[in-house]
Protein backbone atom coordinates (compact mmCIF):
# COMPACT_ATOMS: atom_id res chain seq x y z
CA UNK A 1 0.00 0.00 0.00
CA UNK A 2 2.75 2.38 0.41
CA UNK A 3 4.37 2.01 -2.50
CA UNK A 4 1.06 2.39 -4.09
CA UNK A 5 0.44 5.48 -2.17
CA UNK A 6 3.80 7.40 -2.75
CA UNK A 7 3.28 6.48 -6.50
CA UNK A 8 -0.14 8.54 -6.92
CA UNK A 9 1.43 11.28 -4.47
CA UNK A 10 4.50 11.40 -7.07
CA UNK A 11 2.02 11.49 -9.92
CA UNK A 12 -0.20 13.83 -8.57
CA UNK A 13 2.65 16.19 -7.25
CA UNK A 14 3.81 15.95 -11.20
CA UNK A 15 0.50 17.35 -12.83
CA UNK A 16 1.19 20.05 -10.78
CA UNK A 17 4.54 20.77 -11.00
CA UNK A 18 5.62 19.49 -14.26
CA UNK A 19 3.86 22.00 -16.52
CA UNK A 20 4.50 25.17 -18.18
CA UNK A 21 1.55 27.12 -16.19
CA UNK A 22 3.37 26.50 -12.66
CA UNK A 23 6.95 27.45 -14.11
CA UNK A 24 5.37 30.76 -15.37
CA UNK A 25 3.34 31.58 -12.98
CA UNK A 26 6.50 30.82 -10.11
CA UNK A 27 8.01 33.73 -12.15
CA UNK A 28 5.02 36.16 -12.31
CA UNK A 29 5.03 35.77 -8.70
CA UNK A 30 9.13 36.51 -8.72
CA UNK A 31 8.35 39.92 -10.84
CA UNK A 32 5.38 40.28 -8.62
CA UNK A 33 7.16 40.19 -5.43
CA UNK A 34 10.04 42.13 -6.57
CA UNK A 35 8.10 44.87 -8.46
CA UNK A 36 6.54 45.07 -4.76
CA UNK A 37 9.31 45.43 -2.53
CA UNK A 38 10.86 47.96 -4.92
CA UNK A 39 7.98 49.92 -6.44
CA UNK A 40 9.06 53.62 -5.26
CA UNK A 41 12.61 52.71 -6.52
CA UNK A 42 10.87 51.77 -10.26
CA UNK A 43 8.65 55.08 -10.25
CA UNK A 44 11.55 57.11 -9.48
CA UNK A 45 13.42 55.20 -12.46
CA UNK A 46 10.79 56.46 -15.01
CA UNK A 47 10.44 59.82 -13.78
CA UNK A 48 8.83 59.50 -10.59
CA UNK A 49 9.57 60.89 -7.04
CA UNK A 50 7.77 60.47 -3.74
CA UNK A 51 10.58 62.76 -1.90
CA UNK A 52 10.15 65.95 -4.52
CA UNK A 53 7.79 68.75 -3.02
CA UNK A 54 5.16 70.24 -4.44
CA UNK A 55 6.18 74.01 -5.60
CA UNK A 56 3.74 76.53 -4.08
CA UNK A 57 4.04 79.98 -5.56
CA UNK A 58 2.76 83.02 -3.29
CA UNK A 59 2.15 86.36 -5.51
CA UNK A 60 0.80 89.07 -2.62
CA UNK A 61 -0.68 91.88 -3.35
CA UNK A 62 -1.64 92.82 0.52
CA UNK A 63 2.62 92.94 0.37
CA UNK A 64 2.32 91.63 4.03
CA UNK A 65 0.81 88.28 3.83
CA UNK A 66 3.89 86.17 2.55
CA UNK A 67 5.73 86.19 5.90
CA UNK A 68 2.25 84.87 7.72
CA UNK A 69 1.54 82.75 5.43
CA UNK A 70 4.50 80.33 5.33
CA UNK A 71 4.94 80.23 9.00
CA UNK A 72 1.23 78.96 9.23
CA UNK A 73 1.67 76.64 6.12
CA UNK A 74 4.64 74.78 7.96
CA UNK A 75 2.54 74.12 11.11
CA UNK A 76 -0.16 73.06 9.56
CA UNK A 77 1.91 70.64 7.08
CA UNK A 78 3.59 69.09 10.23
CA UNK A 79 -0.22 68.83 11.40
CA UNK A 80 -1.28 66.99 8.66
CA UNK A 81 1.76 65.42 7.60
CA UNK A 82 3.90 65.07 10.68
CA UNK A 83 7.24 66.48 11.72
CA UNK A 84 10.18 66.18 8.86
CA UNK A 85 8.07 65.44 5.78
CA UNK A 86 8.53 68.58 3.78
CA UNK A 87 6.09 67.44 0.88
CA UNK A 88 5.61 71.58 -0.25
CA UNK A 89 7.76 74.25 -1.35
CA UNK A 90 6.78 77.62 -1.30
CA UNK A 91 8.06 80.49 -3.11
CA UNK A 92 7.21 84.14 -3.42
CA UNK A 93 6.70 85.41 -6.86
CA UNK A 94 5.49 89.23 -7.81
CA UNK A 95 2.85 88.91 -10.29
CA UNK A 96 0.41 85.61 -11.20
CA UNK A 97 0.83 86.00 -14.97
CA UNK A 98 4.80 85.03 -15.12
CA UNK A 99 4.21 81.86 -13.07
CA UNK A 100 0.94 80.61 -15.36
CA UNK A 101 3.14 78.84 -18.17
CA UNK A 102 5.54 77.06 -15.31
CA UNK A 103 2.58 75.68 -13.62
CA UNK A 104 0.82 74.87 -16.87
CA UNK A 105 4.61 72.89 -17.79
CA UNK A 106 5.84 71.69 -14.42
CA UNK A 107 2.70 71.47 -12.17
CA UNK A 108 2.91 73.47 -8.50
CA UNK A 109 0.08 75.66 -7.14
CA UNK A 110 -0.19 79.74 -7.39
CA UNK A 111 -1.60 81.12 -4.25
CA UNK A 112 -2.70 84.59 -5.18
CA UNK A 113 -3.59 86.56 -2.27
CA UNK A 114 -5.91 89.36 -2.68
CA UNK A 115 -6.89 92.65 0.07
CA UNK A 116 -10.50 93.05 0.24
CA UNK A 117 -12.21 95.72 1.98
CA UNK A 118 -14.98 93.09 3.13
CA UNK A 119 -13.09 90.00 3.78
CA UNK A 120 -9.84 91.84 4.77
CA UNK A 121 -8.27 89.61 2.13
CA UNK A 122 -9.19 87.22 -0.95
CA UNK A 123 -7.65 84.00 -2.27
CA UNK A 124 -7.26 82.93 -5.75
CA UNK A 125 -5.80 79.09 -6.43
CA UNK A 126 -4.60 78.40 -9.80
CA UNK A 127 -3.29 75.00 -10.58
CA UNK A 128 -2.38 72.53 -13.46
CA UNK A 129 -4.37 69.60 -11.48
CA UNK A 130 -7.49 69.26 -9.20
CA UNK A 131 -5.53 70.50 -5.64
CA UNK A 132 -5.73 66.73 -3.45
CA UNK A 133 -7.64 67.53 -0.04
CA UNK A 134 -4.67 67.63 1.94
CA UNK A 135 -3.39 70.34 0.31
CA UNK A 136 -6.45 72.20 0.40
CA UNK A 137 -6.96 71.47 3.38
CA UNK A 138 -3.65 72.96 4.73
CA UNK A 139 -3.91 76.25 2.46
CA UNK A 140 -6.87 76.90 3.81
CA UNK A 141 -5.70 76.43 7.62
CA UNK A 142 -3.04 78.91 6.65
CA UNK A 143 -4.94 81.45 4.77
CA UNK A 144 -7.02 81.61 7.33
CA UNK A 145 -4.86 82.58 10.19
CA UNK A 146 -3.60 84.83 7.64
CA UNK A 147 -7.00 86.93 7.51
CA UNK A 148 -7.32 86.37 11.35
CA UNK A 149 -3.85 88.21 11.95
CA UNK A 150 -4.93 90.97 9.91
CA UNK A 151 -8.04 91.60 10.95
CA UNK A 152 -6.44 91.85 14.48
CA UNK A 153 -3.74 93.85 13.60
CA UNK A 154 -6.72 96.20 12.13
CA UNK A 155 -8.42 96.02 15.59
CA UNK A 156 -5.45 96.82 17.10
CA UNK A 157 -4.90 93.48 19.27
CA UNK A 158 -1.19 92.65 20.27
CA UNK A 159 0.26 89.41 20.02
CA UNK A 160 0.01 88.38 22.89
CA UNK A 161 -3.73 88.67 22.54
CA UNK A 162 -3.78 86.26 19.64
CA UNK A 163 -2.06 83.98 20.95
CA UNK A 164 -4.70 83.55 24.13
CA UNK A 165 -6.95 83.58 21.42
CA UNK A 166 -5.76 81.09 18.91
CA UNK A 167 -3.07 78.78 20.93
CA UNK A 168 -4.53 75.52 20.76
CA UNK A 169 -5.57 73.54 23.91
CA UNK A 170 -2.80 71.40 25.37
CA UNK A 171 -3.44 67.85 25.87
CA UNK A 172 -0.92 65.83 27.55
CA UNK A 173 -1.59 61.90 27.40
CA UNK A 174 0.43 59.10 29.10
CA UNK A 175 -0.26 55.65 30.31
CA UNK A 176 0.48 55.05 34.68
CA UNK A 177 2.54 52.13 33.42
CA UNK A 178 4.64 52.49 30.49
CA UNK A 179 5.28 48.63 29.99
CA UNK A 180 1.48 48.53 29.23
CA UNK A 181 2.02 51.49 26.75
CA UNK A 182 5.11 49.44 25.28
CA UNK A 183 3.32 46.65 24.89
CA UNK A 184 -0.13 48.60 23.57
CA UNK A 185 2.28 50.00 20.32
CA UNK A 186 3.92 46.29 19.87
CA UNK A 187 0.14 44.86 19.76
CA UNK A 188 -0.84 47.91 17.03
CA UNK A 189 1.92 47.73 15.18
CA UNK A 190 1.54 43.28 15.11
CA UNK A 191 -1.81 43.68 13.97
CA UNK A 192 -1.84 47.03 11.66
CA UNK A 193 1.55 44.89 10.10
CA UNK A 194 2.31 42.28 10.56
CA UNK A 195 -1.10 40.41 10.72
CA UNK A 196 -2.77 41.35 7.41
CA UNK A 197 0.62 39.76 5.81
CA UNK A 198 0.35 37.21 7.51
CA UNK A 199 -3.44 36.01 7.30
CA UNK A 200 -4.32 37.28 3.16
CA UNK A 201 -1.53 34.17 2.43
CA UNK A 202 -3.59 31.57 4.28
CA UNK A 203 -6.84 32.17 3.15
CA UNK A 204 -5.68 32.08 -0.50
CA UNK A 205 -3.35 28.97 -0.14
CA UNK A 206 -6.46 27.71 1.17
CA UNK A 207 -8.81 28.51 -1.19
CA UNK A 208 -6.02 27.31 -4.12
CA UNK A 209 -6.23 24.22 -2.08
CA UNK A 210 -9.74 23.11 -2.37
CA UNK A 211 -9.73 24.16 -5.73
CA UNK A 212 -7.07 22.35 -6.71
CA UNK A 213 -8.22 19.18 -5.41
CA UNK A 214 -11.41 19.29 -6.76
CA UNK A 215 -10.45 20.17 -10.00
CA UNK A 216 -7.84 17.40 -10.12
CA UNK A 217 -10.75 15.10 -8.48
CA UNK A 218 -13.10 16.00 -11.48
CA UNK A 219 -10.94 16.57 -14.45
CA UNK A 220 -9.62 11.88 -12.99
CA UNK A 221 -13.62 11.46 -13.02
CA UNK A 222 -14.06 13.69 -16.49
CA UNK A 223 -12.02 11.66 -18.63
CA UNK A 224 -12.71 8.09 -16.73
CA UNK A 225 -9.48 7.81 -15.64
CA UNK A 226 -10.69 7.38 -12.25
CA UNK A 227 -11.97 3.72 -13.14
CA UNK A 228 -8.72 2.87 -13.87
CA UNK A 229 -7.12 4.39 -10.59
CA UNK A 230 -9.30 2.50 -8.72
CA UNK A 231 -9.24 -1.12 -10.19
CA UNK A 232 -5.71 -0.66 -9.30
CA UNK A 233 -5.74 1.02 -5.61
CA UNK A 234 -8.07 1.29 -3.05
CA UNK A 235 -10.15 4.45 -2.69
CA UNK A 236 -8.68 4.92 0.74
CA UNK A 237 -5.60 5.08 -0.98
CA UNK A 238 -6.21 7.43 -3.65
CA UNK A 239 -7.98 9.71 -0.71
CA UNK A 240 -4.65 9.91 1.37
CA UNK A 241 -3.01 10.43 -2.13
CA UNK A 242 -4.65 13.60 -2.99
CA UNK A 243 -4.71 14.73 1.02
CA UNK A 244 -0.90 14.91 1.29
CA UNK A 245 -0.30 15.46 -2.31
CA UNK A 246 -2.41 18.89 -2.14
CA UNK A 247 -0.96 19.86 1.42
CA UNK A 248 3.05 18.88 0.33
CA UNK A 249 2.29 21.70 -2.88
CA UNK A 250 0.71 24.24 -0.85
CA UNK A 251 3.37 24.38 1.92
CA UNK A 252 6.42 24.19 -0.88
CA UNK A 253 4.14 26.83 -2.61
CA UNK A 254 4.36 28.81 0.70
CA UNK A 255 8.38 28.30 1.62
CA UNK A 256 8.59 29.69 -2.49
CA UNK A 257 6.99 32.87 -1.83
CA UNK A 258 8.99 33.47 1.32
CA UNK A 259 12.47 32.31 -0.30
CA UNK A 260 10.94 35.09 -3.56
CA UNK A 261 10.29 37.85 -0.51
CA UNK A 262 14.05 37.00 0.25
CA UNK A 263 15.13 37.81 -3.08
CA UNK A 264 13.00 41.13 -3.72
CA UNK A 265 14.47 42.06 0.15
CA UNK A 266 18.43 41.32 -1.18
CA UNK A 267 17.80 43.39 -4.59
CA UNK A 268 16.73 46.29 -2.65
CA UNK A 269 19.46 45.57 -0.47
CA UNK A 270 21.55 45.66 -3.68
CA UNK A 271 19.77 48.63 -5.20
CA UNK A 272 20.19 50.81 -1.89
CA UNK A 273 24.26 49.96 -1.95
CA UNK A 274 24.20 51.32 -5.78
CA UNK A 275 22.84 54.38 -4.74
CA UNK A 276 18.94 53.74 -6.66
CA UNK A 277 17.67 54.09 -2.81
CA UNK A 278 18.58 56.04 0.75
CA UNK A 279 17.22 53.01 2.53
CA UNK A 280 17.58 49.49 2.86
CA UNK A 281 14.44 46.97 3.50
CA UNK A 282 16.26 46.17 6.87
CA UNK A 283 16.38 50.36 7.73
CA UNK A 284 12.82 50.72 6.81
CA UNK A 285 11.18 47.69 8.73
CA UNK A 286 14.09 47.69 11.53
CA UNK A 287 11.72 50.26 13.88
CA UNK A 288 8.55 47.71 13.63
CA UNK A 289 11.56 45.30 14.91
CA UNK A 290 12.30 47.15 17.75
CA UNK A 291 9.01 47.92 19.28
CA UNK A 292 7.78 44.82 19.09
CA UNK A 293 11.02 43.51 20.45
CA UNK A 294 10.78 45.96 23.17
CA UNK A 295 7.40 45.06 24.56
CA UNK A 296 6.31 41.98 25.94
CA UNK A 297 5.26 40.69 22.24
CA UNK A 298 8.34 39.17 21.40
CA UNK A 299 7.74 36.89 24.01
CA UNK A 300 4.85 35.67 23.16
CA UNK A 301 5.88 34.89 19.71
CA UNK A 302 7.96 31.86 21.26
CA UNK A 303 4.13 30.29 21.54
CA UNK A 304 1.69 32.18 19.31
CA UNK A 305 4.41 30.86 16.44
CA UNK A 306 4.35 27.31 17.13
CA UNK A 307 0.73 27.59 17.84
CA UNK A 308 0.12 29.32 14.99
CA UNK A 309 1.75 26.37 12.49
CA UNK A 310 0.33 23.74 14.03
CA UNK A 311 -3.40 24.81 13.52
CA UNK A 312 -2.49 26.38 9.78
CA UNK A 313 -1.09 22.59 9.18
CA UNK A 314 -3.98 20.72 10.51
CA UNK A 315 -6.48 23.53 8.75
CA UNK A 316 -5.11 22.59 5.69
CA UNK A 317 -5.60 19.10 5.85
CA UNK A 318 -9.23 19.92 6.96
CA UNK A 319 -9.74 21.69 3.59
CA UNK A 320 -8.10 18.84 2.11
CA UNK A 321 -10.39 16.19 3.02
CA UNK A 322 -13.61 17.82 2.86
CA UNK A 323 -12.31 19.09 -0.65
CA UNK A 324 -11.66 15.67 -1.75
CA UNK A 325 -15.25 14.67 -0.21
CA UNK A 326 -17.34 17.08 -1.75
CA UNK A 327 -15.51 16.00 -5.04
CA UNK A 328 -15.73 12.95 -4.52
CA UNK A 329 -19.37 13.32 -4.95
CA UNK A 330 -19.23 15.60 -8.30
CA UNK A 331 -18.71 14.88 -11.74
CA UNK A 332 -17.98 18.46 -13.38
CA UNK A 333 -16.56 21.91 -12.51
CA UNK A 334 -19.79 23.33 -11.94
CA UNK A 335 -21.20 20.97 -9.84
CA UNK A 336 -18.10 21.19 -7.41
CA UNK A 337 -18.51 25.20 -7.29
CA UNK A 338 -22.19 24.50 -6.00
CA UNK A 339 -21.10 22.62 -3.31
CA UNK A 340 -17.54 24.40 -2.31
CA UNK A 341 -19.57 27.38 -1.39
CA UNK A 342 -20.26 26.69 2.23
CA UNK A 343 -16.39 26.03 2.41
CA UNK A 344 -15.54 29.76 0.35
CA UNK A 345 -18.23 31.13 2.84
CA UNK A 346 -16.21 30.23 6.11
CA UNK A 347 -13.03 31.18 5.19
CA UNK A 348 -14.56 34.86 3.99
CA UNK A 349 -15.63 34.76 7.46
CA UNK A 350 -12.29 33.49 8.97
CA UNK A 351 -10.70 36.12 7.32
CA UNK A 352 -12.71 39.24 7.75
CA UNK A 353 -13.00 38.14 11.29
CA UNK A 354 -8.89 37.86 11.85
CA UNK A 355 -8.38 41.16 9.99
CA UNK A 356 -10.69 43.22 12.18
CA UNK A 357 -10.26 41.10 15.70
CA UNK A 358 -9.14 44.23 17.56
CA UNK A 359 -12.25 45.53 17.06
CA UNK A 360 -14.35 42.87 19.09
CA UNK A 361 -11.82 43.49 22.67
CA UNK A 362 -13.56 41.37 24.83
CA UNK A 363 -16.55 40.28 23.06
CA UNK A 364 -17.84 36.20 24.07
CA UNK A 365 -19.02 35.49 20.68
CA UNK A 366 -15.70 36.21 18.96
CA UNK A 367 -13.74 33.94 21.47
CA UNK A 368 -16.68 31.12 20.52
CA UNK A 369 -15.48 31.65 16.99
CA UNK A 370 -11.80 31.04 17.97
CA UNK A 371 -13.04 27.47 18.75
CA UNK A 372 -14.72 27.19 15.36
CA UNK A 373 -12.21 24.57 12.74
CA UNK A 374 -11.12 26.27 10.01
CA UNK A 375 -11.46 29.76 11.30
CA UNK A 376 -9.17 29.00 14.50
CA UNK A 377 -6.00 28.85 12.27
CA UNK A 378 -6.72 32.68 11.52
CA UNK A 379 -8.80 34.06 14.18
CA UNK A 380 -6.32 32.26 17.66
CA UNK A 381 -3.03 33.63 16.98
CA UNK A 382 -4.40 37.32 16.22
CA UNK A 383 -6.62 37.06 19.92
CA UNK A 384 -3.50 35.38 21.63
CA UNK A 385 -1.33 38.26 20.81
CA UNK A 386 -4.51 40.63 21.49
CA UNK A 387 -4.46 38.60 25.23
CA UNK A 388 -8.18 37.70 24.89
CA UNK A 389 -7.48 34.20 25.09
CA UNK A 390 -4.94 31.89 26.98
CA UNK A 391 -2.95 29.19 25.61
CA UNK A 392 -5.14 26.63 27.10
CA UNK A 393 -7.77 27.57 24.64
CA UNK A 394 -5.54 27.64 21.72
CA UNK A 395 -4.32 23.97 22.88
CA UNK A 396 -8.45 23.51 23.10
CA UNK A 397 -8.48 24.49 19.43
CA UNK A 398 -6.05 22.18 18.19
CA UNK A 399 -7.68 19.55 19.89
CA UNK A 400 -10.80 20.21 17.94
CA UNK A 401 -8.80 20.46 14.68
CA UNK A 402 -7.46 17.00 15.54
CA UNK A 403 -11.33 15.61 15.92
CA UNK A 404 -12.21 17.49 12.79
CA UNK A 405 -9.84 15.57 11.03
CA UNK A 406 -10.39 12.34 12.30
CA UNK A 407 -14.26 12.59 11.83
CA UNK A 408 -13.94 13.69 8.35
CA UNK A 409 -11.33 10.67 7.69
CA UNK A 410 -14.12 8.46 9.50
CA UNK A 411 -17.21 9.49 7.72
CA UNK A 412 -15.52 11.74 4.37
CA UNK A 413 -13.98 8.32 3.58
CA UNK A 414 -17.52 6.49 3.64
CA UNK A 415 -18.77 9.36 1.32
CA UNK A 416 -15.68 9.13 -0.72
CA UNK A 417 -15.75 5.38 -1.74
CA UNK A 418 -19.24 5.39 -2.78
CA UNK A 419 -19.13 8.62 -4.39
CA UNK A 420 -15.97 8.06 -6.33
CA UNK A 421 -17.14 5.77 -9.21
CA UNK A 422 -20.65 7.55 -9.20
CA UNK A 423 -21.56 9.87 -11.98
CA UNK A 424 -24.72 11.12 -11.56
CA UNK A 425 -24.99 14.43 -10.96
CA UNK A 426 -28.56 14.36 -9.10
CA UNK A 427 -29.26 14.28 -5.18
CA UNK A 428 -25.80 15.31 -4.21
CA UNK A 429 -26.84 15.51 -0.55
CA UNK A 430 -28.88 12.56 -0.59
CA UNK A 431 -26.26 10.27 -1.70
CA UNK A 432 -24.09 11.99 1.08
CA UNK A 433 -26.52 11.33 3.97
CA UNK A 434 -26.97 7.68 2.57
CA UNK A 435 -23.02 6.85 1.92
CA UNK A 436 -22.99 8.22 5.86
CA UNK A 437 -25.55 5.34 7.02
CA UNK A 438 -23.40 2.89 5.03
Not at 16 to 40: E, H, P, R, S
Not at 85 to 105: D, N, S
Not at 210 to 218: D, H, K, L, R, T
Not at 283 to 290: A, L, N, T, V, Y
Request: hydrophobic share 50%; net charge negative; aromatic share 10%.
Amino acid sequence: MRSKLNFLIGVSLGRKVKTKWFVVTQIILLVLLVGIFNLDIIIRHFGGDFNEPTNIYVVDDTGVSYDLFQQSFLVSQQNLYGEGEELYKIEQKETVEEMKEVVAEEGGIIVHIIPSDKDVIEVELLSKVTVDSYAYAALSNSLNSVKVVLAMNELGLTEEDYSKIMNTVTISSSLIDENEKTEAEGTEMIMETVFPLFILPIFMLSLFLVQMIGAEVNDEKTTRAMEVIISNVSPKTHFFAKVIAGNLFIIGQALLVVGYGGIAILIRSLLAKGGATTATFFDEIGPIFKTLLDSSIGDKMIYVLPAAIILILLTFVAYALLAGVLASMTTTTEDYQQVQMPIIIISLLGYYLGIMAGMFKGSIIIKIFSFVPFISAILCPSLLVLGQIGVIEVVISILIMVLTNYLLIKYGLRIYKVGILNYSSSGLWKKMVKALKQ
